[in-house]
């Protein structure tokens, strides 16, 4: 399949594995446990032969996502969780310890934040840069940094990180340069290309894109090399020193944290993974109309999209991104809007909390997911009060251009 496209690999992907009885999709397994009949084979792959053993550790359906995920990113492996926080958390768990310094955008999702906060309580060091210049990056790196985190697109800022500098930058110093994609997908970002050693998607969002199932993932680009890493444990450091890293999120992650993702979850989610491309597509093409749109709108205070002139990185997320600049804006409406009402009178919206859904979903951010940050961390982000976070679907864009305009007026 090395010669096929991004979709007809991944909508492929199950048949040509030899699916059962020619199943074109990977069936649900269930079970718990699996058996062997040689107790010698239990025995290797509890000693890392791969195959399966426990659930929580994976089943054969999360593997068919994996191998997924790992083909759509262009890397050497995945693990998958039961959501995006779970991979962030055992990324972060399992790599670092207390005295370790983690260097992170301070543009980043709130419950990410939130993470790190405990991350710090646990006794790692974590200091908050502007990420959209490499050069705070390394005015940052102290002896004792071992790890250096972004995410492609901010949410909900949209601040595009700069990303490709950072990763030559945490080459030259044998840094682990974590990349989270969730918001551009592997479609129109892929870590390896700038040099992530660890790529996390939060699978809930793009990947899967009906909004049933949670799910995230940690994929190994096979550029770092784990041999020099100090925080890798004796039993891990077998084989190829590629794949060390991924090793220990994986049996830490799985076996110590628990946070397995289901078989069903993982069954949805890689038949939704096969109508990225169509739906990004859309998305992108929707949003940018929107954005354009809105920020010739006088109750329009200013619009956050990559896609705009206007925006500080636009021409990197040209180049990064292909000319499609992800489905996630931020709004903020003049101070005269009360935006409670505002959002009251939207009519083909929803307000949910989610991204990366077939609808076009809003939330006000100071409100919800910045709330327990306080006023003092909102205002260091750019939220204020009538700041709103859209996740564009794939609605006709007639009707959401038309929905914001009677909501406005």
């Known amino acids: 399949m090395a010669n096929n496209g991004f979709t007809t690999t991944i909508v492929h992907s199950d048949r ?3 699916v059962e009885h020619g199943a074109i999709h990977k069936p649900m397994h269930p079970s718990s446990e699996y058996a062997f009949a040689d107790s010698r084979e239990l025995a290797a792959v509890f000693q890392g032969k791969a195959g399966f053993t426990y659930a929580r550790q994976g089943t054969p359906t999360t593997a068919a996502l994996e191998d997924k995920i790992t083909v759509m990113e262009g890397g050497t492996g995945t693990v998958s969780f039961a959501t995006g926080m779970a991979a962030l958390a055992a990324t972060f768990l399992t790599l670092l310890k207390a005295g370790d310094h983690l260097i992170s955008s301070q543009h980043i999702f709130g419950n990410t934040n939130s993470l790190l906060g405990t991350l710090s309580d646990l006794g790692v060091q974590v200091t908050l840069v502007d990420a959209t210049d490499a050069r705070n990056v390394e005015a940052a790196v102290r002896p004792e940094t071992k790890m250096v985190f972004t995410e492609t697109l901010a949410n909900p800022g949209t ?6 500098a950072i990763g030559r930058y945490c080459a030259s110093r044998k840094l682990v340069y974590v990349v989270d994609n969730t918001l551009t997908s592997p479609l129109l970002c892929q870590g390896v290309k700038v040099g992530a050693s660890l ?3 939060s699978l809930s969002k793009h990947i899967g894109g009906h909004g049933n199932a949670l799910g995230g993932a940690v994929t190994n680009t ?3 090399d784990w041999s020099g890493y100090a925080n890798i444990a004796e039993p891990y450091r077998k084989g190829n020193p590629v794949s060390w890293g991924l090793t220990q999120i994986k049996k830490k992650g799985l076996r110590d944290m628990g946070g397995t993702l289901s078989a069903e979850a993982a069954h949805r989610l890689a038949v939704g993974a096969e109508t990225l491309a169509l739906r990004m597509d859309k998305i992108c093409s929707n949003a940018l109309a929107l ?7 006088p109750k329009v205070a200013k619009v956050h999209y990559p896609g705009l002139p206007t925006h500080a990185q636009h021409e990197r997320a040209a180049a990064l991104f292909g000319k499609r600049y992800g489905g996630l804006m931020g709004i903020e409406l003049v101070p005269e809007i009360d935006v409670f009402d505002f959002l009251n009178r939207l009519k083909v919206l929803a307000l949910a909390t989610h991204l990366g859904d077939n609808r076009t979903l809003v939330l006000p951010m100071a409100h919800t997911i910045y709330y327990e940050m ?5 205002a260091q982000m750019g939220i204020s009060d009538n700041f709103l976070r859209v996740s564009i679907g794939i609605e006709d864009i007639e009707d959401l251009i038309g929905d914001f305009e009677q909501a406005l007026a």
């Not at 601040?159 to 490709?164: K, P």
């Open 374 to 378: 306080g006023p003092e961390r909102r």
């Open 16 to 18: 040509r594995a030899s």
């Open 199 to 201: 790529v996390v998607n």
């Open 291 to 297: 954005a354009q749109a809105l920020s010739r709108h």
């Open 222 to 224: 096979g550029l770092y």
């Open 159 to 164: 601040q595009v990180a700069d990303l490709e």
